[in-house]
Structures are given as structure tokens and as C-alpha cells.
């Protein structure tokens, strides 16, 4: 390992944690000044060119494949590396974020792998940043233990060999970490954060048990943000010293233009590429983004009525799972957020039914695995696996050649018949306040109507306000879509919440706050690019 020089980056405004010296070393911290002085220029330039590709769909209202790389989607000879034995069977993966207790819960949960997340379901407080590095530390070390305060229930880790394998997830390219600072007093990009603590304490000790310094990258727009990454890691495993291939990394197509680049991102990155996954929310907040000028044949109807099995979405999953087969890869499919009711069992049964048939469906597609956000769910999801996969760790080798998909089928948002419903801008705006509330309280995956909501599910809410208003939408009730309208729904809804939870929870929460903050990135001319951005900045902590 190279002897690192003292950092030149400092911790600001940041109020001391508990065991904060463990993860904020100086070696550590050298490391991630070494990434931001290589890699953060690039960052930044890929930054403008969304803008400029942005600028460039509200031009034009399409997108295509790109002729510039077509050789390469030609070339049948290349495939990403193969799979170490820890990722070779995904069958299912659970998310959540790093908390003490949902770190032990969710290495015990019988899945194949966690996605340890510092993305969309962790609100980045600096304590959420430094403690999540601490808790999975301490599971690779095996000294982490749980007891609830208000249960008095005692978790604690089973024996390493039914431990699922953790596949963490850093931060989106476009989000800064204002308590870490260089010289000039810029933010270090919290990918860097997040990726180098990561990877710099855990690397040679996670080799040791036998597996590896796994990612999952969110939001990626292009196969050049993929090639950043790929630069990344390279430098990363020849800094600590360990053999080139050993990251491995899982790219959300969770982006527009990723879905039009998708050989392409595992091109780039193939020496360190284990697949792909289909992220539902984030992707359909992401065509609202881009396509946002498009006019009615953009608009999308409320968010539950776009089901997987849409025209325009079954295109996109099928083109995943054929790309990722062809090219040696995972395909993972998507989430199942339904959070069982300890009370109400019908509930259950009939979102039970449905989380069935959606991971049937998905396995019957093709996919090696698929994502679910609660315990309870990953023997459903276990289930609809093993019915098609039995021994095998994959089903790699079926390779969809069947599937045939053009440009235009990506966006043919048209091609589902279901409208916006007044009901589905009521449900926008609840999910919009309670989720953005939790999440200025540093909670970010909430359980909201019996779902797991993260990040993702906020964005599309408030991009669906947004797109419904600026598209003059007229609901079935005869109402139009206008800002006044969002303006009378959030007010009722925060009525509503006063009179549900009470004038002193009321009083302790964010209430206010969130229903401002959603009323802004909802109603603004100017869109902004990630809800997360304004946020921030009022995100204590």
C-alpha cells in the first residue's frame, strides 16, 4: 500500500460521533482526498453533460441507440468477467439501509445478498454516513450486536455461512458531502466518500472471508459516468494493493439514457462487471425528467397503475435480461416494497398474491434474482426462484434471443392506456410529505401505507405533480391539474397528519417543512434535477 500523505481534507460542521476515529483515519481519509483530487474534475464534466443531453431530449422528445458505439454492441466476442462464487447465485437480494439493527436483520434474512445502502433509503446525516461504515465493519468482525430499547429484543449475527453477501451501494455521482471539504472548501462527491471508507477498510478483510469489495451503482446516465467508475476501481485495487478484478459492480439501469447504453456499460466496466438491475421508480422519474417537455404522450398516470408488465417497461426489463445474458452478466430484477401489517392478514394475503406473481413473472422472464425490502418477503421471492432455477446459481445461459426491441419501445409511454386520477395526485402529495418529513428526520427508507418507500418513490411523486400541472392533466373528476389544486391537497394532507398523529407529534416533526419543500420542487418552473439537492441543505446533521 502506498504511504499516504496527511489529508488535506477537513471535517466541518460535523459534531463528534462515537468511534468516528475507526472509520475517519488518516490513511483512510488520504485515500478519499487521492479520489477526489484524480477523479472529481471528470465528475463534474459528466455532471454538464446530463445538462447537455438533457437539453438536447427537450430539443428533439426522443432518444436512440448510439452510433458512435455500435461496434461495440456488434461485437459478439466480448463478456464481463466471470462471477466470483459469493455473487454467482442472486436469487434474491434485500435492501435497506445501515443501521445497526437492520444491518444484522438484513445479513440474517436468508437472502443471498444485502444491498447495503448509502443511497436512496439512507437520509446522509453525518452520523448515517460515519456509524452505517461502523456497523458493517463491525459485522465483518462479527462484534455486532442489537438490543431494542422499547422491545428489549436482542439481535445478533448468525453463523457466517447463512450471512447473505453484502453488495453496498455509495451514493449517486451528482450529491456533494458538505461535512468533508478540500483545501479550496469544495465537496468531496459523496460517492467517494462513501465508496472509499468502504473500500479502503474492508477490501483485504472481506478477501479474507471470501468475498469482496462488491458495489451497486445508482443513477448512471452513460457508459462514460461507467467508465469513470471503471477508472476508479482500477486505481483503488492498485492503491491498497490487491488484484485487479477484485470490485465487482452491479449497475442500477435505473436512467433513460442508461437503458439506450446498456452493452455499453458493461463494456466499459466489464473487468469488473457482475450485472445489472432494473430500478422500477427511479426510472420512471427519470423519463418524467427528461422527457418533461414532451407533451401529453410523455404524461404518465399515477405511478401505481405503471406496472412491470407495461408496453414501454416490459421492453426495458427484457432488453436487460437479453443483454446481460449475451454479455455474461446478471440480470436483477426489481423491487417488491409491500411491508407486512401485523394486524391486518388480508392485507398480507392479497400483497402477498401480488409480490408472488411479480417474481414469477420475473423469473419466467429470465432474471437471476430480484430485490424485496422486507424479510418476510424473501421466502415468496425464494420460492418463485427456486420453482425455475432449482440447483442452478443462474439462468445465465438463457439468452432471450427472442427479444427484439427498438428505439421507440423505450418511450412509448403512450402505449399504456391508464390516465392520471385525482386520487393518484392525493397520493403523490401524502407520500411526497411523509417520506420528505422522515427523511429531514434522517430516515431514509419509511414504511408508508403498508410500503417501503425510499428517495426514489419521493422523486416520482413530485415529478408527477410537477408533469400533471405543466401538462394541464383533467382529472376523471373534472379538475384540472394547477398548482392551486397541489396547493389544497397538500394543505388538506398536512390537516389531516395534525389530526391523525396529534399537536405534540405534530409540533416534534417536520411537518411543515416537508410539505413547503415538496410544494417547491413540485410547483417550481425550474425543475429540479434530484428532490435530494434542495434537501440537503435543510438536512441537519
Known amino acids: 500500500m502506498s504511504a499516504p500523505a496527511p489529508s488535506p481534507l477537513a471535517i466541518v460542521d460535523a459534531e463528534p460521533l462515537p468511534r468516528q476515529e475507526e472509520v475517519l483515519t488518516e490513511a483512510a481519509l488520504a485515500f478519499v482526498a487521492e479520489l477526489h483530487r484524480r477523479f472529481t ?30 461496434a461495440i454492441r456488434a461485437d459478439d466476442s466480448w463478456k464481463v468477467a466471470p462471477s466470483p462464487a459469493a455473487l454467482n447465485d442472486r436469487r434474491v437480494e434485500i435492501t435497506g439501509p445501515t443501521d445497526r439493527k437492520m444491518t444484522i436483520n438484513a445479513l440474517n434474512s436468508g437472502a443471498r445478498i444485502w444491498l447495503a445502502d448509502f443511497e436512496d433509503a439512507s437520509a446522509p446525516t453525518w452520523e448515517n454516513v460515519v456509524l452505517g461504515q461502523v456497523n458493517l465493519a463491525d459485522a465483518y468482525t ?27 451501494r455509495p451514493r449517486g455521482w451528482h450529491l456533494g458531502e458538505r461535512h468533508l471539504v478540500d483545501e479550496n472548501g469544495g465537496q468531496v462527491p ?70 439506450y447504453e446498456m452493452e455499453e456499460i458493461l463494456y466499459e466496466l466489464r473487468d469488473h462487471a457482475s450485472g445489472l438491475n432494473a430500478g422500477r421508480w427511479d426510472y420512471l422519474f427519470s423519463i418524467v425528467k427528461n422527457f418533461r417537455d414532451g407533451g401529453a404522450k410523455f404524461v404518465l ?12 417497461m416490459r421492453a426495458y426489463t427484457e432488453l436487460l435480461v437479453r443483454t446481460c445474458h449475451k454479455r455474461g452478466a446478471h440480470a436483477i430484477g426489481g423491487m417488491a416494497a409491500f411491508i407486512p401489517s401485523r394486524r391486518d392478514a388480508e392485507v398480507n394475503k392479497v400483497a402477498f398474491e401480488k409480490v408472488r406473481a411479480d417474481k414469477d413473472r420475473e423469473a419466467g422472464d429470465g432474471f437471476d434474482g430480484s430485490w424485496v425490502a422486507h424479510p418476510d418477503l424473501v421466502p415468496i421471492a ?96 373534472g379538475e384540472l391539474a394547477t398548482p392551486e389544486l397541489a396547493r389544497k391537497v397538500a394543505a388538506e394532507e398536512l390537516s389531516n397528519i395534525r389530526a391523525e398523529i396529534g399537536e405534540e407529534a405534530f409540533a416534534a416533526g417536520h411537518w411543515q417543512q416537508a410539505h413547503d419543500l415538496l410544494l417547491q420542487v413540485s410547483l417550481d418552473d425550474n425543475y429540479a434535477d434530484f428532490l435530494t439537492l434542495p434537501a440537503y441543505e435543510q438536512l441537519k446533521g
Open 382 to 477: 425464494m420460492e418463485s426462484f427456486d420453482k425455475v432455477l432449482g440447483d442452478r446459481p443462474n439462468q445465465k445461459d438463457r439468452l432471450r434471443e427472442d427479444v427484439h426491441v427498438e428505439a421507440t419501445d423505450l418511450i412509448a409511454v403512450d402505449s399504456l392506456h391508464a390516465k392520471p386520477t385525482y386520487n393518484g395526485l392525493i397520493n403523490a402529495v401524502q407520500v411526497g410529505i411523509r417520506y420528505i418529513e422522515a427523511w429531514l428526520r434522517g430516515l431514509g427508507a419509511v414504511a408508508i401505507f403498508n410500503l417501503m418507500e425510499d428517495a426514489a418513490t419521493a422523486e416520482i411523486s413530485r415529478s408527477q405533480i410537477w408533469q400533471w400541472i405543466n401538462a394541464g392533466v383533467e382529472f376523471e373528476n
Open 301 to 312: 398516470p399515477d405511478r401505481n397503475a405503471v406496472t412491470m408488465t407495461a408496453p414501454f
Open 41 to 70: 474534475p471528470r465528475r463534474d464534466e459528466l455532471l454538464a453533460r446530463r445538462a447537455e443531453r438533457r437539453a438536447e431530449i427537450a430539443r428533439t422528445s426522443t432518444l436512440d441507440f448510439l452510433p458512435e458505439t455500435a
Open 190 to 259: 459523496g460517492a467517494f466518500v462513501d465508496f472509499g471508507l468502504y473500500f479502503f477498510h474492508n477490501a483485504q478483510r472481506l478477501l479474507d472471508l471470501g468475498k469482496g469489495p462488491y458495489f451497486y451503482l445508482p443513477k448512471t446516465e452513460s457508459h462514460l459516468e461507467a467508465r469513470l467508475w471503471n477508472d476508479v476501481f482500477v486505481f483503488a485495487q492498485d492503491y491498497v494493493g490487491i488484484p485487479q478484478g477484485t470490485i465487482r459492480a452491479t449497475v442500477l439501469i435505473e436512467t433513460i439514457t442508461a437503458a
Open 142 to 168: 462479527r462484534n455486532i450486536d442489537f438490543t431494542d430499547e422499547k422491545s428489549g429484543k436482542s439481535y445478533a449475527l448468525r453463523p457466517n455461512d447463512e450471512l447473505a453477501t453484502v453488495v453496498m
